[in-house]
């Protein structure tokens, strides 16, 4: 639904033309930060019978495509604004948004120290599972939070005269 709202409703995209541009930071984010992210939460949910290692790693898959699009994302955005001689950081949405791949990012490495380095003990896995579980959902809550707010500033800067 963003690819086309984006492609059909806003000029489509092209990364050498400054207005279209930008239109790869929400289909980049959305596809990260929500469809990989969200997938990626609910793999070891939906196939709780499935052997561990598969699924661990799908779930190490899904989240590396998750910080790549995301990092795409954030490198439209910068150079759209960059381009247009808009300022960064403007708005809740930025923030909210920009802490959230942050806070992300430092997750994501935690996470693949702790369940990928064999070396890790049993019990420090077992004491960090509930805090990596709590972030995890609380992350995609403020991915929630961006996307909402970035849509929302979207429709109020388009109906502006």
């Not at 596809?31 to 661990?56: Q, S």
């Given at each position: 639904m963003c690819i086309v709202w984006l492609g059909y409703y806003h000029g489509g995209y092209d990364w050498n033309n400054p207005t279209l541009v930008f239109n790869?930071?929400?289909?980049?984010?959305?596809?990260?930060?929500?469809?990989?992210?969200?997938?990626?939460?609910?793999?070891?949910?939906?196939?709780?019978?499935?052997?561990?290692?598969?699924?661990?790693?799908?779930?190490?898959?899904?989240?590396i495509l998750s910080l790549l699009f995301s990092v795409v994302g954030l490198k439209a955005a910068f150079d759209s604004h960059s381009i247009r001689g808009i300022p960064d950081m403007y708005s809740i949405h930025s923030w909210v948004g920009?802490?959230?791949?942050?806070?992300?990012?430092?997750?994501?490495?935690i996470g693949l120290i702790t369940f990928l380095v064999p070396s890790i003990p049993m019990r420090v896995r077992a004491k960090v599972l509930p805090l990596h579980v709590y972030m995890g959902l609380f992350l995609f809550a403020c991915a929630l939070v961006a996307v909402v707010s970035g849509v929302?500033?979207?429709?109020?800067?388009?109906?502006?005269?």
């Open positions: 790869y930071h929400p289909v980049f984010l959305v596809l990260g930060m929500i469809f990989c992210f969200g997938n990626a939460m609910l793999i070891y949910r939906v196939f709780y019978m499935c052997p561990k290692l598969p699924l661990k790693a799908i779930h190490g898959v899904l989240m920009l802490v959230t791949v942050i806070l992300f990012a430092i997750q994501w490495v929302t500033e979207s429709n109020l800067f388009s109906s502006l005269p």
